[in-house]
Nanobody, 124 residues
Framework: QVQLVESGGGLVQAGGSLRLSCAAS????????MGWFRQAPGNEREFVAA????????IYADSVKGRFTISRDNAKKTLYLQMNSLKPEDTAVYYC?????????????????WGQGTQVTVSS
């Protein structure tokens, strides 16, 4: 089992920044791929970014490329998402997720464990 707890969400003006954190507990964190997803009201959950176990392979959705940065600290068992130049369309509940394999993935179905989510609201 892996337990994931997100934090760092909030209300920010367009152009601002937020840093999300995801604290993991339970089985080995350092050996699994991790991802960030988001879901806006009425929309399906969508991929944001993913990182493999060693942080040597990272992928981003086109909509956030160049603005968001995913990272991880295996010693602290924590996943991060630095979000810069935020836009109103970034408003959503953000979820972190963990796989049971070492690679990251853009597919929701590839992730076994999910956090409860943290709300990010970007005002125009």
């Amino acid at each position: 089992q892996v337990q994931l707890v997100e934090s760092g969400g909030g209300l920010v003006q367009a152009g601002g920044s937020l840093r999300l954190s995801c604290a993991a507990s339970g089985r080995t964190f350092s050996g699994v791929g991790m991802g960030w997803f988001r879901q806006a009201p009425g929309n399906e959950r969508e991929f944001v970014a993913a990182i493999n176990w060693s942080a040597s392979s990272i992928i981003y959705a086109d909509s956030v490329k160049g603005r968001f940065t995913i990272s991880r600290d295996n010693a602290k068992k924590t996943l991060y998402l630095q979000m810069n130049s935020l836009k109103p369309e970034d408003t959503a509940v953000y979820y972190c997720a963990a796989r049971t394999y070492g690679n990251g993935s853009y597919q929701v179905a590839e992730y076994r464990y999910w956090g409860q989510g943290t709300q990010v609201t970007v005002s125009s």
